[in-house]
């Protein structure tokens, strides 16, 4: 299955061309776009995060079928979170909490029209330690994470992409053939870290056992298809080169979107929480992430010797089950919401051919090319950035790529950290500066399990443009690689490292000794000695400059802390008197308040 996706989805004219005779073919490429809205507006009218309100962006597929929704065509894209990351089939219960990049519960609600007709079968994944409904305790049977976050309080959240903590290790999930098959594949981002990461004897942030992990990019086949989430405020393009070998006909275009946090008087299913974590842990993760389901774009067109005509959509025609249980699609009905950025409201009118819509369909021309004697597109000439990134952004400047002298269809951007950036299970902290690429290791044969990022838009060849990075982890090395397309391929993909730097806090960053000695920052009194920090740090400039020398010094520390349990067990022995101290100050401040504030 992987190698028909790769072939349809990804090599453009490449297919259409082999089977040619006389060798000259005219590539045919339908184009679609949308605008994604979003839940809240500023005073400027751009978009803003609301952490009462968490907007983590619309989860879309698209698909071809034919119009009496007899044959499944092809899948043309499926954001990063269902399609590379496997939110769809990983571990936790449906219902947990969620939060910005939150690392548990199988969301089958997600995108649920396209995956039952899609109709590939995975087997479950479910917790390594069989506690599928809880949310922490998880480290021995955890491993290094690259994409997800620890589960963060709504305090901690700042924006949508900062995560609240260094490196976090994760469950990785094993399979459960006793469960009914999923409709989603497990994420396919993982690199075999297996000979980097060697279990140490005592570890606060986990362990290294990574489940069944390594056979999830093998059953994962959504990989070549996955795309960034589309950014609000900006017209997403997305092309499809239409196989040689689909027959004239009617065929229809559809585009399933989704959202978390979308809920109404209708739709709004509370979150699970284990009893047995109440008292701790009812502060992490949010509740209200179910609720209004799926909502699908129809766009009907022929295909014909003639160009396929401009046509648009003005409307939704269907929804989803909120469960993710069926596939069935719903006639639209007044239960759906129609505000910005909610339930019909998640995509906006955008200009295109065919007038103000939400979604635009057309054929655009693709030069006519004889592949037996052109090429495919030169690879992208990069350059290596030689000053200090950002902590969760990165940047760097290439040279557009030239198909035969034309402009290229388009690019394809990818990233990842790399195995060796991992020691022991953890972060190496890199240096500044990007590093050549022949002074790494690189398996290029993983690139299509890369997180996809935002493609460059294209230019006249040999102009330069410059490629941000975004939502990266702070302090991280990552490998990027990106390639053009052309009418007979793909180019050579050009590999860089890039560097983010050290985060600018306006919060003391966590208890990492305390942490290490307990083994985990959401231990509940690791989370009691961050509390009475932070209040102190507030209102008290000496408290804050002590914390900030902290945060320098501590790291090293809590790595010497974290490799011997007696060093653990007799610092959580010397921190008891100061547990109990905070206790009762916290005791006696929550006692002024509620008399009303009085000292």
């Known amino acids: ?89 990983r571990p936790g219960r449906w219902d947990l909490r969620s939060g910005p990049r939150f690392p548990y519960g199988r969301r089958p609600m997600a995108l649920p029209m396209w995956a039952h007709r899609r109709g590939s079968l995975y087997d479950a994944i479910v917790m390594d330690d069989g506690r599928d409904d809880w949310l922490t305790f998880h480290e021995p049977a955890s491993s290094p994470e690259a994409y997800f976050c620890r589960p963060m309080m709504q305090t901690e959240i700042v924006d949508a992409v900062t995560c609240a903590s260094g490196t976090f290790h994760s469950v990785k999930g094993i399979f459960d053939r006793t469960l009914p098959h999923s409709y989603y594949p497990p994420r396919g981002d993982l690199i075999n870290w297996g000979s980097v990461c060697v279990p140490p004897v005592s570890n606060g942030q986990g362990g290294c056992d990574f489940g069944d992990a390594r056979q999830f990019g093998i059953i994962n086949d959504l990989d070549v298809v996955a795309t960034a989430t589309p950014a609000y405020d900006q017209l997403f393009t997305g092309t499809w080169s239409i196989p040689s070998s689909l027959a004239d006909g009617d065929y229809a275009l559809f585009i399933e979107v989704n959202k978390e946090f979308d809920d109404n008087s209708f739709f709004s299913h509370p979150s699970f929480i284990n009893p047995n974590e109440v008292a701790n842990f009812n502060a992490y993760g949010q509740s209200g992430n179910v609720g209004q389901p799926s909502i699908l774009y129809r766009l009907p067109f022929q295909l014909s010797p003639a160009p396929v005509a401009a046509t648009v959509a003005t409307s939704a025609t269907a929804y989803g089950d909120w469960t993710g249980v069926s596939g069935d699609a719903t006639p639209l009905d007044a239960q759906i919401s129609a505000q910005s950025g909610s339930g019909q409201g998640r995509l906006r009118i955008s200009d295109g051919p065919g007038g103000p819509a939400l979604v635009h369909l057309v054929e655009v021309p693709c030069a006519l090319v004889d592949c037996s004697v052109a090429v495919a597109p030169e690879s992208p000439r990069v350059d290596e950035p030689t000053t200090v990134q950002a902590a ?60 996809a990022a935002p493609a460059p838009a294209v230019a006249a060849p040999g102009a330069d443009s410059t490629v941000t990075l975004a939502d990266l982890l702070p302090e991280t090395e990552y490998a990027v690689g990106l390639r053009a397309k052309g009418a007979c391929g793909w180019s050579g993909i050009s590999f860089l490292r890039l560097h983010t730097g050290e985060p600018r806090y306006t919060k003391l960053s966590g208890c990492v000794i305390a942490t290490a000695a307990y083994g985990s920052d959401l231990d509940p009194d690791v989370a009691l000695l961050r509390r009475e920090r932070d209040w102190a740090a507030e209102r008290s400039g000496l408290i804050t400059l002590a914390g900030l020398l902290y945060g320098r010094s501590a790291p090293p520390l809590a790595a010497m802390v974290a490799r011997s349990d007696i060093t653990r067990a007799g610092l959580r022995t010397l921190l008891r008197p100061v547990l109990a101290t905070n206790r009762a100050v916290a005791a006696l401040r929550s006692g002024a308040a509620s008399d009303g504030g009085r000292d």
């Not at 290229?408 to 972060?427: C, D, H, K, Q």
């Not at 500066?433 to 890369?450: G, I, K, M, N, Q």
Request: hydrophobic share 40%; charged share 15%.
């Open 1 to 89: 299955m992987r190698g028909r996706v790769a072939i349809i989805s990804v090599s453009l004219c490449a297919a259409l061309t082999a089977s040619s005779v006389a060798g000259a073919q005219s590539c045919r490429l339908l184009q679609y776009s949308f605008e994604p809205d979003c839940f809240e507006r500023g005073d400027s009218g751009a978009c803003r995060f609301d952490a009462n309100h968490p907007d983590l962006g619309t989860q879309i597929a698209v698909w071809v079928e034919s119009a009496d929704g007899s044959v499944f065509v092809d899948t043309l894209m499926a954001t990063n979170a269902v399609a590379l990351y496997g939110i769809g089939n």
């Open 392 to 451: 969760t952004s990165a940047a760097f400047t290439f040279r557009q790529a030239s198909d035969n002298g034309a402009p290229v269809i388009g690019y394809e951007l990818r990233y990842v950290i790399p195995a060796s950036s991992f020691t022991s299970g953890s972060l190496v902290k890199p240096t500044p500066y990007a590093t050549p690429v022949s002074s790494y290791t690189l398996d290029e044969t993983t690139f299509t399990r890369w997180t």
